[in-house]
């Protein structure tokens, strides 16, 4: 299997990661109530800290399933499948609703959550079927 997707979105939510990084701590101006701001820049920063650290998981996998852990490689891709779902559902809605206004999407925010901890379980099984 290959796994320059893995790699891919690792540089994309990496790239992505350290902007929406910088527009946490610099922008949200369009936001009048300072109450409602600080809240906003709270949650975008939860958002973009899992994308950060998530990138540098996908980034790992890829290494990973490329130097040869061929008996564990379908668990890698099952991992990385569900660590990039989970940054979507979990940050990709968060900055989205921050931008939007969209509420309708929040209630999969925490499905956003789950898919990350099941992707940390299939690294533990891909761990577990790899002979290195």
Same mark, same amino acid.
């Given at each position: 299997?290959?796994?320059?997707?893995? @790699? *891919?979105? =690792?540089?994309l939510l990496?790239?992505? /990661? !350290?902007?929406?990084?910088?527009? &946490?701590?610099? $922008?949200?101006?369009?936001?009048?109530?300072?109450?409602?701001?600080?809240?906003?820049?709270?949650?975008?920063?939860?958002?973009?800290?899992?994308? @950060? *650290?998530? =990138?540098?998981?996908l980034l790992?996998? /890829? !290494?990973?399933?490329?130097?040869? &852990?061929?008996? $564990?490689?379908?668990?890698?891709?099952?991992?990385?499948?569900?660590i990039a779902?989970?940054?979507?559902?979990?940050?990709?809605?968060?900055?989205?609703?921050?931008?939007?206004?969209?509420?309708?999407?929040?209630?999969?925010?925490?499905?956003?959550?789950?898919?990350?901890?099941?992707?940390?379980?299939?690294?533990?099984?891909?761990?577990?079927?790899?002979?290195?």
């Open positions: 299997m290959r796994t320059t997707w893995m @790699l *891919l979105a =690792a540089a990496g790239c992505t /990661g !350290v902007g929406m990084a910088a527009y &946490a701590s610099h $922008g949200l101006g369009f936001i009048t109530d300072p109450a409602v701001r600080e809240a906003t820049r709270a949650s975008l920063q939860q958002a973009v800290q899992q994308q @950060l *650290l998530h =990138a540098i998981v790992a996998l /890829g !290494v990973w399933a490329r130097l040869g &852990a061929a008996s $564990g490689t379908r668990w890698l891709h099952i991992a990385g499948a569900l779902l989970g940054v979507l559902l979990f940050s990709g809605l968060i900055h989205l609703r921050t931008f939007t206004g969209i509420e309708a999407l929040r209630p999969l925010v925490p499905w956003g959550g789950t898919s990350l901890m099941l992707g940390w379980l299939a690294i533990g099984i891909a761990a577990l079927r790899s002979k290195n």
